[in-house]
């Protein structure tokens, strides 16, 4: 099951050991099918002019969106 939602912006991280992939901010552009033991993802990055297919673990809801979202209602 997926945890984001298409047109969602989230944080691509980067990739460790290899500077091919930068963090950068994200968009979820489609939700692919269950591939084996993963959940994957059509992303664009800010930063790329291609999109890319990435795993649920290389994603994160931005920090300033994380504490927006644990913040008691007025």
Request: with cysteine; glycine share 4%.
């Amino acid at each position: 099951m997926h945890k984001y939602a298409v047109g969602q912006t989230l944080e691509l991280l980067p990739l460790h050991g290899s500077s091919a992939r930068k963090a950068a901010a994200c968009t979820i552009v489609a939700l692919l099918p269950y591939e084996g033991h993963m959940v994957q993802y059509k992303v664009q990055s800010t930063l790329e002019a291609y999109q890319r297919i990435v795993s649920e673990a290389d994603l994160r809801v931005p920090a300033e969106a994380a504490l927006a979202e644990a913040a008691p209602e007025a």
